[in-house]
């Protein structure tokens, strides 16, 4: 498939960041899936500090004003959905408001977490645990989280290991 191509299909995998992609369409080909997972992970761990923060802060916040405004991607638009985060109830949505909110002002980013891998309580419980988190753990424990993410899209994609 030619980089172009691999990108349009792949750019995805990691949220409005196709530069992951780009970066790994040169060390085609894959033996798998795995590989191509790997592969797509050490970029972002190689990549410099601000484009780590950059990768972050491109996610939604969860059940934000983007969500229902319908303004997200159409991966995290599936994701959020799946966990009914299209669809709170008003005191819901203000607790997700207030969460979003003191998060982005103690991290200056997004809380992130795999909404694939948890339910409702668990990011509630997550994001109260996360907020004790000092700059350097919650910028690591974001990353792992969008590693999850993009594992499982990737997973969407891709059907043959």
């Not at 960041?17 to 798998?32: C, D, K």
């Not at 009914?84 to 977490?113: K, M, Q």
């Not at 645990?129 to 590693?147: F, G, T, V």
Request: hydrophobic share 40%; charged share 30%; net charge negative.
């Amino acid at each position: 498939m030619p980089k172009a191509d691999f990108v349009a299909c792949l750019g995805g995998i990691y949220e409005h960041s196709p530069w992951v992609a780009e970066q790994t369409a040169g060390e085609r080909p894959f033996s798998g899936k795995e590989h191509l997972a790997d592969r797509m992970r050490a970029a972002v761990e190689n990549a410099d500090e601000s484009a780590k923060l950059a990768l972050i802060r491109a996610h939604p916040d969860l059940a934000g004003k983007l969500a229902r405004a319908g303004a997200l991607s159409a991966e995290s638009t599936r994701e959020q959905a799946g966990l009914g985060l299209d669809r709170l109830s008003d005191a819901e949505f203000e607790r997700f408001t207030d969460l979003n909110t003191r998060y982005r002002e103690r991290f200056g980013f997004p809380f992130v977490i795999c909404v694939r891998l948890t339910d409702r309580p668990g990011i509630l419980a997550a994001f109260e645990r996360r907020l004790e988190h000092d700059a350097a753990a919650e910028i690591a424990e974001a990353l792992r989280q969008i590693h999850y993410i993009a594992g499982l899209r990737l997973g969407d994609l891709v059907t043959k290991s």
